[in-house]
Structures are given as structure tokens and as C-alpha cells.
């Protein structure tokens, strides 16, 4: 089956085209036909497309809105000049969408249809940033594809439907849960699911087997505790705001500070939000950016101290969390990083893991220096007891298997948990 994976956002779409069907999914012989992203949309756009060969290319179109944008994606990547071996709008079969909120009724992947439409379209308040642009690509694929190509909603916040309530409550008035749904929910399921299920496939466990923490750093970053396969607790929260240091995002703080820096600083506390999510974390400490090779650049070789104090925050706070879901797991087996931070930087990942020989984890450093560019691999040293693991997240790929899983059948609304 060929998959169209979407990932809409304001005005950027993230897109790949994938093989796969149940004896692909089974050998793990999924074929990704192209990617790629479109941005700035809404003006002269840049698409820029990935082969599977590796070779990349960049092409310019005036694309007015969502729906140009997706129109112009599907004739592009059914034509012959897109390389991807499509030839018609018909080859596309399905269409997979990463929509962020999926609320507590989406418990796992769902095709989507009037009523699941009207599900996403309730939760825009829980994600008002996110939801509605998932929605419009929903619309601009059906405006491109027509209705009789199935399309299926793969949620962000899915895989984090196990939590128990000890771990998604806050300690505010319980009304305030019943009445405004203010809870955890939890964010990045769909790539914290893609770590653990690839974990469990290299390390040949059963699904009941995979205890681990997994790391995702990427601009946004969150922390998850897995027990028997299945989230036990997340760092990010009613949003993506709490938790671990971001690029721009502060992560856990004092709400007192809310009110405080509106006072002090003259602002609204919508503007006081805003900063929190996009002016502060990596690039509100050091005061340069939110881009973690940059900084790592001005804090090694310009020596700027602001640069250095922003990573160890940011390492600092991730290391905590490893602590306290070591606590909530009762031990673990491995510290599972990925993100483009994640898997690419050695020098943050063991920054991270330095001081946690407690725990039984210790750093072979020439297998952490090799991890980089994509690759997958253990870098704890022999005999550690908390071992550490970089495991690239594929979430396109889990998008597009849900999505031959749902129209295929095989996966239906609350029936089945999300395979990890
Ligand atoms: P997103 O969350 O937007 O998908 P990514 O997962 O691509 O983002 O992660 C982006 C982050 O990864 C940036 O901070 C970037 O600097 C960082 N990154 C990418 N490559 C490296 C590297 N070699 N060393 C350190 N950080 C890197």
C-alpha cells in the first residue's frame, strides 16, 4: 500500500511517501519512496525533497494556502519528475496525518470520518496552535484526493493514554479536571512509541519486557517512562510547555512566576506565555539561539559562558527526570535517546549520563562518539546495569504503518491498544 504520511503545521507540511503492508511491516522491508517538507506557505514556498538515494532537491512555487499546498504536493509526487516511481493520483492509497491533540476519547490510530473530524475539532481548545492546521490538511487532502481515498488520524498524545491517574492528575481542585479536562496528556506518543517498538525489535524482547526511559531531544523535548510497553508518565503536560529544557520552551517552573513577570515586566499573562514557549529554554538562557550545535559551538569554542551555562541546564533537567522515572519505574534497563539532539550529539548525551554511574550506567566514550548521523546502537559500557542506547525515532514510519494497519482493518478505535 502506498502511504502519504502528513505532517501540517502553520505553514510548513512535512510529507513522505512509504511502502507497506503486512509482510513489509513484518520483515521490516518498508519502503520509503520520498520526503521532504514545504514551507512558507502562504507565499513563495520552498519545497525541499529527499530521495531515498540520499540526493536532496530544492524547487520554488507560489502556494497561497493549505489547500494549494497539498494539491501541489499530491500532482508533484504522483508525476514522473518527482523520482518516487508514482504516476497517478490514484497510486496514493492512504493518507496518514499526525494530528497533535487527540483529548481522552483517541486512544490509538482511527480513520478519520465525520465523527472523528468533530473529535479533533473539540479538542482545538487543548491545542489551539496545533489542531486546527491538522484539520485543514485533513480538508486539503480530501480537496485533493477526494473522499474515497481513506485517511487516518495518528495521535500525539495516544500512545500516553496508559498513564495512571497518579501520574496525569494535577494536584489542583479535582472539579477543575472534570470540568476543563485540565490533566497530563502528554506529547511526542508517536515518536517515544516508535523508539520503544524499535528498542524491543534490536534487543529481540517481548513487548512486557521493555522497561526503559526514552529521551526525545530535538527543538521540542520530552522525557517518557515505559513499563511493560506502555507510557507510564511524560514530562511534557496539559501542553507541550512543561518538562525538560527546549530550544525555546522553559520546561518545568514555578506558576507563581507567571503572575510575577507580568507585574515586573508589563506584559499580559498571553505574553508572558508566549515568552515562556518561544523566547526562553536553550535560547532564553544564552541569549544567542535555540539551535543546540550552534551553542555547543559558542560554548566550545568561543567560550562563552552563557552558551555553557544553557547546556547545563538543559542536561542538568534531563538528568533529573532520568532520576525520578527511575523511581517511578522501580529501575530501568536502558536510557533510550533520540531527536536530532539526541542522536546526533555525544558530548550532550554524555553529559547527561555523567553522575549516573549510580545507577549502574557508565559511558564507553568511543561507542558514544561513534552514534551519530542516524545510527542505532548500545554506548554503555560492558557490564553496566542501566544501559544507554541511541535508537533514531521513525515516527513517519509508525504514522504510515497505523495507517495501513486501520485501513487495512487490523486496528480499530478502543478494540487495541497501540502496538509498541
Ligand atoms: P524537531 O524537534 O524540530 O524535529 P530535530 O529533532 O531535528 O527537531 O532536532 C533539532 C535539534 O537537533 C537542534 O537543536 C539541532 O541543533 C540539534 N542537532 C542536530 N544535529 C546536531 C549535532 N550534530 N550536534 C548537536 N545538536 C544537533
Given amino acids: 500500500m502506498n502511504i502519504l504520511v502528513l505532517n501540517v503545521g502553520s505553514a510548513t507540511v512535512k510529507f513522505q511517501v512509504v511502502v507497506t503492508d503486512a509482510e513489509r511491516m513484518a520483515n521490516d522491508g518498508d519502503t520509503k519512496l520520498l520526503r521532504g517538507q514545504i514551507e512558507r506557505i502562504g507565499g513563495e514556498s520552498v519545497i525541499t525533497f529527499r530521495h531515498a538515494d540520499g540526493t536532496t532537491r530544492r524547487l520554488t512555487a507560489a502556494l497561497r494556502d493549505m489547500r494549494a499546498a497539498v494539491d501541489w504536493l499530491v500532482g508533484h509526487v504522483t508525476s514522473p519528475e518527482s523520482g518516487s516511481g508514482l504516476s497517478a493520483r490514484a497510486d496514493i492509497h492512504a493518507v496518514g496525518h ?110 512486557n519486557d521493555v522497561r526503559i526511559i526514552t529521551l526525545h531531544l530535538g527543538n521540542g523535548c520530552s522525557a517518557c517512562a515505559i513499563q511493560g510497553g506502555v507510557s507510564i ?99 530501568a534497563d536502558a536510557v533510550v535517546f533520540a531527536g536530532g539532539i539526541g542522536e546526533n550529539s555525544a558530548e550532550i548525551r554524555a553529559r547527561i549520563c555523567a553522575g549516573l554511574e549510580w545507577a549502574g550506567l557508565h559511558v564507553d566514550a568511543q561507542t558514544n562518539g561513534a552514534l551519530v548521523g542516524g545510527r542505532e546502537g548500545c554506548f554503555s559500557a560492558e557490564g553496566s546495569t542501566l544501559e544507554a542506547w541511541v535508537v533514531p525515532t521513525d515516527e513517519e514510519l509508525l504514522i504510515a504503518r497505523d495507517t495501513f494497519r486501520v485501513v487495512s482493518g487490523g486496528m480499530q478505535v478502543g478494540t487495541r491498544k497501540n502496538p509498541t
Fill in 233 to 331: 508518565d511524560t514530562s511534557m503536560g496539559f501542553t507541550p510547555l512543561e518538562g525538560l529544557v527546549m530550544g525555546t520552551r522553559s520546561g518545568d517552573l514555578d506558576p507563581a512566576l507567571l503572575d510575577y513577570i507580568a507585574a515586573k515586566e508589563g506584559l499580559s499573562l498571553s505574553q508572558v506565555e508566549a515568552m515562556l514557549n518561544s523566547q526562553s529554554g536553550l535560547l532564553g538562557i544564552s541569549g544567542l539561539t535555540n539551535d543546540m550545535r550552534d551553542l555547543l559551538a559558542e560554548a566550545n569554542e568561543l567560550q562563552d559562558r552563557r552558551a555553557r551555562l544553557a547546556i547545563e541546564i538543559f542536561c542538568y533537567r534531563a538528568r533529573k527526570y532520568i532520576g525520578a522515572y527511575l523511581a517511578a519505574l522501580g529501575g
Fill in 98 to 207: 499526525r494530528v497533535v491533540h487527540g483529548g481522552e476519547q483517541f486512544r490509538s490510530s482511527v480513520l478519520i470520518d465525520a465523527a472523528v473530524l468533530q473529535g479533533i475539532e473539540d479538542n482545538v481548545e487543548l491545542a489551539p496552535l496545533h489542531n486546527p492546521h491538522n484539520l485543514r490538511g485533513i480538508e486539503a487532502t480530501r480537496q485533493a484526493l477526494g473522499a474515497g481515498v481513506p485517511q487516518v488520524a495518528v495521535f500525539d498524545t495516544a500512545f500516553h493514554h496508559t498513564l495512571p491517574e497518579h501520574a496525569y492528575l494535577y494536584a489542583v481542585p479535582y472539579p477543575l479536571y472534570r470540568r476543563h479536562k485540565i490533566r497530563r496528556y502528554g506529547f511526542h506518543g508517536t515518536s517515544h512509541r516508535s523508539i520503544a517498538y524499535r528498542f524491543r525489535k534490536i534487543t529481540a524482547r517481548e513487548r
